[in-house]
């Protein structure tokens, strides 16, 4: 696997932001920072958190998996270790961030890398696992060709895609027929720019995608997948299974 690091110092605020809270115990929280929302804040030990502290949809994700099983944005790989450990499953953590996948090697995950999904090539899995919002790696609602041609590539037959994300809906108001009002000519709702920023430190500017169940759902017949919808969240949040469909012989 080909590894990802940048050249620039402070870059890898995640991996920073991680790596000092496993050796030092540094509680310091990083900053989301977006143009459109007040700012938000991670508290790095939630990164660590169990099986038992973790959301119902990551949970019900992590029964799900099955066979050899890619991570994709494991951070310090609380999720690949649960299926390491627990589930006893042949697990694949991959992050961009240098710095997460030290820490992640260092609480004992047997398979880590730092590379960005993709770049990935040339393996496959039998379950591609995004949590914590899994949709936002694709960026922009034009990429979502590319990002079901690259999954689908990495999918041994029979194998399934497990992700997450939220409907941002719940932020615009709403008319009596339940729709919202944007404004004429606006993205779609579900594309944010972030930056983030922990201590002195500030990333650059990023693309993240919020992606509702519809389209989703359209996104992935038009690339050859189901899609089912698995669970619902308590805010406008849902883990969704996507499987390509069969080819038809000719």
Not at 131 to 155: C, Q, R, Y
């Amino acid at each position: 696997m080909k590894k990802q690091q940048s050249d620039k110092p402070g870059e890898d605020i995640f991996g920073t932001a991680i790596k000092a809270w496993y050796y030092q115990k540094d509680p310091t929280d990083i900053i989301v920072h977006s143009p459109d929302f007040d700012d938000d804040i991670i508290e790095v030990p939630y990164l660590f958190r169990d099986y038992e502290k973790m959301p119902d949809i990551e949970r019900k994700a992590l029964n799900m998996c099955t066979g050899r099983v890619l991570d994709i944005g494991c951070g310090a790989g609380s999720h690949a270790l649960y299926l390491q450990r627990t589930k006893k499953l042949t697990v694949t953590g991959i992050d961009i961030s240098a710095g997460a996948i030290e820490v992640a090697i260092e609480r004992g995950l047997k398979d880590a890398h730092n590379i960005n999904f993709f770049e990935l090539k040339n393996e496959t899995y039998d379950t591609l696992l995004f949590l914590m919002n899994g949709t936002g790696i694709i960026g922009k609602l034009k990429n979502l060709d590319h990002f079901f041609e690259h999954a689908k590539s990495l999918l041994n037959p029979g194998g399934k895609i497990l992700i997450d994300s939220s409907d941002l809906r719940y932020l615009f108001d709403e008319d009596e027929d339940g729709g919202i009002w944007i404004e004429m000519g606006s993205d779609y709702y579900g594309e944010l720019e972030f930056t983030i920023s922990y201590k002195d430190a500030v990333s650059d500017t990023f693309d993240w995608l919020y992606l509702d169940f519809k389209i989703l759902s359209i996104a992935a017949a038009k690339s050859g997948f189901s899609c089912e919808l698995i669970k619902e969240g308590s805010h406008y949040d849902y883990l969704a299974e996507l499987r390509p469909l069969k080819q038809k012989e000719k």
